[in-house]
């Protein structure tokens, strides 16, 4: 089963530049996530949503953009990429506000 | 406001031991959720157990328990005959449902398990 898959792995940016993280979930969960991972830290939540069309702001929203126009897709998007913005990336998804979320392997992100 | 501290950075434990990894929490919600996650260097976040907080029960997971002290807001995880391959980052994370299922996390253990 394929469960949360993301995409790039690895992608290196310049200040300045643009980028969507994909993230995709073949489990029909309804609410999806979106965590930042700084080194040594536990995730700090970036964006969610609860299902197609709804999308909300989490504890760090700023330089970041998202959408979900169905219920398997939920893509991250960084308009102007900053340092501050180095990062693992990591989306999740859950049944419900009850359930576990289990989450994507990650997009490490440089940005030089 | 909502938080999770881990007090333990590192943790050393030899091969075949139980170790425990401390987690406090803090929330004035009544309805909430308690888990932890294994992050070992390969850097995917593995769902290991979860906790609610009517389960009047510990929880337990083969090899993983969670000693729930509510009264004290702890929720620390227990691994019993630790293996090598439980050598990773542990997280403890709080879910409250009422915020949407968002979950907080806390800085996380580094475990080693020694041969």
């Known amino acids: 089963n394929a469960g949360v898959t993301q995409t790039p792995k690895f992608r290196i940016l310049k200040i300045g530049q643009s980028m969507t993280l994909q993230c995709t979930q073949d489990?029909?969960?309804?609410?999806m996530y979106w965590y930042r991972q700084d080194p040594g830290m536990g995730l700090k939540l970036i964006y969610y949503?609860?299902?197609?069309?709804?999308?909300d702001k989490g504890e760090v929203p700023n330089g970041y953009n998202v959408s979900r126009s169905t219920t398997e897709d939920f893509p991250l998007r960084l308009e102007l990429a900053a340092p501050s913005q180095t990062s693992v990336y990591f989306c999740?998804?859950?049944?419900?506000?009850?359930?576990?979320?289990?989450f994507g392997p990650g997009t490490r992100l440089l940005v030089l | 406001a909502q938080k999770i501290t881990q007090t333990q950075p590192g943790m050393f434990v030899q091969e075949k031991e139980a170790v425990t990894l401390d987690c406090t929490y803090d929330?004035?919600?009544?309805?909430?959720?308690l888990f932890w996650y294994k992050q070992p260097s390969s850097g995917e976040m593995i769902f290991l157990i979860y906790?609610?907080?009517?389960?009047?029960q510990n929880a337990t997971e083969g090899r993983y328990s969670l000693n729930f002290q509510k009264a004290r807001k702890s929720a620390n995880l227990v691994i019993s005959a630790s293996q090598l391959g439980d050598s990773a980052m542990y997280f403890c994370?709080?879910?409250?449902?009422?915020?949407?299922?968002?979950?907080?996390f806390g800085q996380g253990t580094t475990l080693q398990v020694k041969p």
């Open positions: 999740a998804s859950s049944q419900g506000r009850w359930e576990t979320q289990y």
């Open positions: 489990m029909n969960h309804n609410y």
């Open positions: 949503s609860v299902g197609a069309g709804i999308t």
């Open positions: 929330t004035s919600d009544q309805s909430y959720g």
């Open positions: 906790q609610g907080s009517y389960d009047e």
């Open positions: 994370a709080m879910r409250e449902p009422r915020r949407e299922g968002k979950l907080i």
